[in-house]
């Protein structure tokens, strides 16, 4: 069996309670002779800054770089409001995605039968959704160059980012959507504002040309990313998949993830380009809620997002499908009795605290 | 009684026909002795492309520079798909907005009690909401330069758009935010994402220091336009005025719209900076929606949306509050009464034409 190598960066506010549960569950499958881990941990966000004075140190990158696949749990509050803005707690998660190439950012928003209830939308609107929004997470105006703000003559201050696009981004994104949506309901919506810009118009025209020479067997629909949004929070069954740049992809991803009710419940994953040599391909798994410090230490925090992080982690990093099916069923299972943290509870009833919920699905491997 | 120079731009797919419900209502003012207009109109969008090869003519553009305000239907459709990248639809759309200097945009979204059931949203989510969005509109990735696509020396290409701000830019916007929300109920939200983008920091340091200088009395809150885009979903009450800038403002002022369950309904209003001298400003009213070119032509249009653009027309450019009210009030009356016009209307229930609600509207004045 070989042992895969992962590094966990907890972060910050409740990134390091959710953490918790995950390393009971990882240490549960190695128990069960199930799989073999090694583990690291690494500091990042403001707790890196706290130590190092920087959001992530030289060495957890290195870390980063040489693990198999990276935990991490959530950064940022207001204690690190004031930092330097190179040294804000979002700049180690930036930093990571950018330095270890993690190009193709997988955000499924899934609405569990048992809390369709809990949407702020009509539960007929989001019952039984399942859609895949993917993301591209290492280019676009997140990072593009010149990225300033410069004084003027007159001593007004201008502010400039650059939003950026090559054919081979787009190309390679847009392969990962087609993909996934063979495996899935075989539709991509490709969202963008040709209308309006050129990396818009070159995302449609990529997209297109990819779809027609080797994708022509799945559904390809265009739709700006404004009308997207929209249909969204509309009639979100229409989508499968829905593949876009960096910034929409930030906004879409957070409107989908709304609609399921239950932000804390949502894993992402992150995953670079596959090495041709060795078959592997770099990889970041995170919940899509951040590190919610008003709720921090309190036993509050849902761990479902982290944990099917790692669920993600197993089918995306480490081949273990069966495994990632386990524990997703072990989830549904516990939401199906009854089992709620805080945030999913309906108001007034008992909810149970982070660990109760670990050790909740834990049982139900 | 002064008289208003109304320049009227139907444009394509529905335009002309809630347009021309629009005329009624100006004749019926006129008649009544409550208001003076002397109209002009023109073409824009594909019904200019057709006419003159543009997406709007030199004379229309100096129509509108002319103008007191331009009533502004809607642009595009199927038939214009391949017209050169640089006389699309839109660019008429686009040109009118820069060239009159409309750099603020107002979009309230209103759940009208009668409505609140057509929303995807649960009623109580919804119900009674009255939140405005202030869109920056002549500025950002929208019209920075460069903005291209360039072949690369292998063959690749690279699109480019530039996301620019300058201090005076977003101190006009916030300034009109502000003034509002004094009207209101005395809170601005303040989203972009200054995690990410250097524009968002100036944005957010430049908003924080006119509040302090001039507008200590409004509650000011800074949001991140991801999690404000989440927030709208979950809970949009929490919102009174948001500012925000054109990309943002695009994308939120959609999901605010779908909200309302009403997007055939809801109208907004495009201004320039106030003359000094006359104290005028240039003015474009338009309704949210598209122009539908699926239902165009068969009467099934709602004309409430182009109705209450003519109403912020006369509410900010013509000084005349009172038949704004009016206007408005006879909206809810009509709607209050059940009339419905098919996009509102329950499934299976009466509809009436795009004409007869126009028609309903005129008759409660
Ligand atoms: C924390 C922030 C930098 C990040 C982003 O904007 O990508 C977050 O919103 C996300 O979606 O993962
Ligand atoms: C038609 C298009 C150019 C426009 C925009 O992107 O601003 C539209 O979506 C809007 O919101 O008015």
Not at 47 to 54: E, G, I, P, R, T
Not at 196 to 201: L, N, Y
Request: net charge negative.
């Amino acid at each position: 069996m070989a042992t895969h190598k992962l590094l966990l960066l907890p972060g910050d506010g409740i990134g390091p309670e959710v953490m918790g549960q995950v390393e009971q569950i990882v240490a549960w499958f190695g128990k069960q002779g199930l799989a073999s881990f090694e583990i690291e941990k690494g500091l990042v966000g403001g707790a890196a800054y706290d130590a190092h004075k920087q959001a992530i140190s030289e060495g957890d990158m290195k870390l980063a770089q040489e693990a198999d696949a990276v935990l991490f749990g959530a950064v940022g509050g207001p204690k690190w409001a004031d930092v330097p803005y190179q040294h804000r707690p979002e700049a180690g998660l930036l930093r990571l995605r950018k330095d270890l190439g993690l190009f193709a950012n997988l955000r499924p928003a899934i609405c569990y039968p048992a809390l369709a209830s809990a949407s702020s939308l009509k539960p007929e609107v989001v019952e039984g959704l399942d859609i895949l929004i993917v993301r591209e997470l290492t280019g676009g105006v997140y990072f593009g160059e010149p990225k300033e703000i410069v004084t003027l003559e007159d001593g007004s201050k201008r502010g400039v980012d650059t939003q950026l696009y090559t054919t081979p981004e787009i190309e390679r994104i847009a392969q990962v959507a087609f993909e996934l949506a063979r495996t899935r309901r075989n539709k991509v919506s490709s969202a963008e504002k040709h209308n309006v810009m050129k990396t818009g118009v070159l995302w449609k025209q990529t997209v297109t040309a990819l779809h027609a020479k080797d994708y022509a067997d799945v559904e390809l629909e265009h739709v700006l990313a404004d009308n997207c949004a929209m249909q969204l929070v509309r009639w979100p069954k229409q989508y499968d998949v829905i593949v876009c740049d960096n910034l929409f992809g930030d906004i879409l991803s957070d409107v989908a993830a709304m609609l399921t009710g239950s932000l804390g419940m949502l894993p992402s994953a992150s995953l670079g380009a596959e090495d041709p040599a060795t078959g592997k391909r770099k990889a970041l798994y995170e919940p899509v809620h951040g590190s919610a410090p008003d709720i921090a230490g309190k036993g509050l925090a849902n761990p479902i997002a982290m944990i099917g992080s790692f669920a993600m982690a197993l089918r995306y990093s480490f081949g273990a499908g069966e495994a990632a099916d386990r524990l997703e069923g072990a989830i549904a299972d516990v939401l199906g009795s009854g089992t709620r943290t805080k945030d999913i509870a309906a108001p007034g009833a008992n909810a149970v605290s982070t660990g109760e919920m670990g050790q909740a699905i834990i049982k139900a491997l």
